[in-house]
Structure formats: C-alpha cells, structure tokens
C-alpha cells in the first residue's frame, strides 16, 4: 500500500468532545507522547480560541517535537494570524462546503465563502506557511462542487485537501467512492476525516485509504464531537494487522497513551472498547479459554503484548472446568472431575450473585469451602 500519515487531532477534535478540557500541562503531556511513539502529524489545537491555547500550543511548538505540527483555522485571516503567533508553520484551514453548511455559515453565498477560502489560502502562503484545506462536510456536499472546492484549493496554493465526514453518515463503500474521486482528479494528497455516529469510523477510515488518502485523522479512544472520531489505535492496528502496513508507531505504547488521555479527560474507556479496552485480551467463557490454553490465537487477533496488555484468564459465570483445573494447578491444587465440577458450581453461583467475575483469591477460598464442606458432608 502507499504511504500513509497518522495526523492526530485528539488535541482539536478530540477536545472538542462536550466536557472535555485539557489544561497546559495535559496537552503538553499528550503532544509529547504521540510524538514519542512515533505519529507523524498532531493537529495541536485552535489559536483562535485565545489566550490558554495559544500558550498551550506555543508551548507544544516550542518543545521541537518530530512530529509535524498543524493549527486549525477557519478561513479568516486573523485565526491565521494567531496560528503564526504561536510558531506554527503549518496551517489547516477549513470551510464549509455542503449546502446546509453554506447556508447556516454564509447566508448560502458561496462565491463569498470561496473568496474567503482564496483569501485566507493566499495570506498563508504568502507568508511561507504550508497549507491543508478541510472540506467540512465534504460527505453531504454536491459531489461537483467539493471537486470543484478542492480543485480550486489546490491552484491556490493549498498542499493537502481533507475530505471531511462530518457527521458520520457515510459507509465504507460511499467513502471510498467519494474520496476516490477526489484522489483521481487532484494532484495534491488527500486525507480522510471520519466521524463515528453510525459506529464506523474507522471503517471508513480504513476505506478512505484504500481509495487512496494518504493521511488520515485519528484521535486516541476515538476521543471527539459527538460520538467521536476514528481511533488511533483502531487504524493504527487495522493497518498494520489487516493490511500488513506497519507505520513505524511504537504500538505496544498505546495502551499507555489510551491511559493518559482517559485520565485528561476524565472518561473511562469501556471494556470492549477495541484494542486499549481491559477485556481486549480477557478470557472466561468455558469454551474460549480451552482453546486459548493450548492456543492462544484461538481467539486473539494478535499479541496482547503488541498493544501493551497481558492476557488474563478470568473465571466467572461462563467459565468451563479446564480453566478451573489451569488456575488451579498453578497455585498448586489439583482436583479430581467431580471436586472441579463442584468449584465450577460454586464459581458459576456466586458470579451472579456478585455480577462479575471473581479473582483469583475468591477462587482459591471457593475452593477451600469446597473441602471443608466435603469434610462435614
Ligand atoms: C472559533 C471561535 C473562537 C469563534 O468564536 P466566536 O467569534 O465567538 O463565534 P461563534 O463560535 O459563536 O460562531 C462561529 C463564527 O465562525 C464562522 N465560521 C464557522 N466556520 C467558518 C469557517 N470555516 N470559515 C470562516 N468562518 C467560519 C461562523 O459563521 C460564525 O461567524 P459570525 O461570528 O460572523 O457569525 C470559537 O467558536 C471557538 O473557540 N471554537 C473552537 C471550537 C470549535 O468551534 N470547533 C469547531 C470546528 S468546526
Ligand atoms: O477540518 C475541517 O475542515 C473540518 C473538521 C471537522 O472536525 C470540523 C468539526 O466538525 O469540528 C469535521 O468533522 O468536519
């Protein structure tokens, strides 16, 4: 496959997720980690928004990270300027392009909103900075006008159009017509930016590469307005994973970095969440944990230890006597059938008593019950 750029936005989109507020120092943190594990591009933030962010972003320029560092700007001069005020080279500048999105931001007028984008490319690049154009709701815009948008970004000077899924409506077969289209008429890269309303933004992530955008928007946890964006560690796993393409990303880091962002914005990731959620690599279902001791690509994908975890096997209400005797066995115990079927019992009992699974501790004092009440029965 060809070349493809991780241009990291959890420091805009993913803060612009409702409640979430990441402090300097959080956002310092954040920066410098996706740096250290290897992401190309981070998308640190939103000058316009004053005095805090551009001093948190300043600061992130200041730290001469690896990573390429991009400002998000509308297509208004002075958010540029306040992009060049904090050091930053390289300006993403984004305009609405759907019908919907003219009318309620432009009164409808699009020749005024295309000046403003020629205006505010122009004002960049006369400046000697880099610039990207984000079609915002680029998947609910006229097919020929988005082209048109982006053919005319492209000859003023812009070196990157982004095709944005603003509200999450595509599947991966529509995106990946759609971005094809833009691919096969530019010369400048395309990048896909999808959102997850319909749960599929790494899918169409996914087939925005396929189609040929060679850099995509990812935040950590999926972590963005609404029901978030595609997440880091889901692209960056499919891809290599699925698709054999290993982007030089330190991935069993990832667990670390999910941790970190949860912490600075104070929402949990949940279990099943894929790749960084803790019951990625847990097992307790009778049936699975059988395979998994003598195989564990029974039923993983690839190596918890490619992504940061440990396996665990844990016994609960699904649990099956093999597990059971495993756990067992390592701490020593060695039951025969009908001993192990009634821990099993046991086990099954008071999982649902407590909703959840036990540990290992409860499980070695299940056992002793067991005994003792054999010794009285
Ligand atoms: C950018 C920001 C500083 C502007 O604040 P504000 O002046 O108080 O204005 P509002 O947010 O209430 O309204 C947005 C304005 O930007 C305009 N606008 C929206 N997108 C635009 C674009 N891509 N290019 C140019 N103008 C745009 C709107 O039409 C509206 O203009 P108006 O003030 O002339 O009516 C503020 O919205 C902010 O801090 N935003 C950060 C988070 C955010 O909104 N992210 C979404 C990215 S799509
Ligand atoms: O970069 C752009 O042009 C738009 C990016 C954006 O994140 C904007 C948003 O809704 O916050 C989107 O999803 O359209």
């Not at 915002?136 to 003023?156: C, G, H, K, M, T």
């Not at 009778?286 to 096997?313: D, K, M």
Request: with cysteine; proline share 3%.
């Amino acid at each position: 496959m060809h070349e493809i750029i991780i241009n990291d936005t959890t420091l805009r989109d993913g803060e612009q997720a409702a409640g979430v507020a990441f402090n300097l120092q959080e956002k310092v943190a954040i920066a410098s980690f996706l740096d250290l594990i290897g992401v190309h591009e981070i998308e640190v933030g939103i000058p316009a928004m004053g005095k805090e962010e551009t001093f948190a972003i300043a600061a992130i320029s200041n730290l001469g990270l690896q990573a390429k560092l991009l400002g998000w700007n509308r297509a208004v001069i002075s958010d540029i300027q306040a992009s060049m005020a904090c050091g930053l080279e390289r300006m993403h500048i984004s305009i609405p392009v759907s019908g919907i999105q003219i009318s309620a931001k432009f009164q409808g007028q699009w020749r005024i909103t295309l000046q403003q984008l020629r205006d505010s490319i122009s004002f960049a690049v006369d400046h000697g900075l880099w610039v990207a154009v984000g079609g915002e709701d680029s998947s609910r815009a006229d097919e020929n006008f988005l082209l048109d948008v982006a053919l005319y970004a492209q000859e003023w000077g812009a070196s990157r159009f982004r095709f944005c899924d603003t509200v999450g409506i595509l599947d991966p077969f529509a995106t990946f017509a759609r971005v094809k289209r833009l691919v096969t008429a530019l010369t400048i890269p395309v990048e896909i930016h999808t959102h997850n309303d319909f749960g599929l933004a790494t899918a169409n992530a996914l087939a925005g590469i396929r189609a040929g955008a060679t850099s995509v928007n990812t935040t950590v946890n999926g972590l963005g307005e609404r029901a978030g964006n595609a997440a880091l560690e889901e692209v960056v796993m499919s891809l290599k994973r699925i698709y054999g393409v290993n982007l030089g990303i330190d991935t069993p880091r990832l667990l670390e970095l999910s941790r970190l962002v949860a912490a600075a914005s104070c929402s949990s990731v949940p279990p099943w969440k894929a790749i960084v959620g803790e019951n990625t690599f847990a097992h307790e279902s009778g049936i699975h944990a059988h395979g998994v001791l003598q195989n564990p690509f029974t039923y993983e994908p690839f190596s918890p230890e490619e992504v940061g975890w440990q396996r665990r096997l844990v016994v609960g209400k699904h649990s099956g006597r093999h597990l059971v005797s495993s756990l067992l066995e390592e701490h020593g115990i060695f039951l025969n059938a009908q001993e192990t079927q009634s821990v099993l019992d046991a086990v099954r009992q008071q999982s649902i008593e407590k909703k959840r699974s036990l540990s290992i501790e409860e499980l070695l004092n299940l056992v002793q019950e067991q005994r003792y009440y054999h010794a009285i029965g």
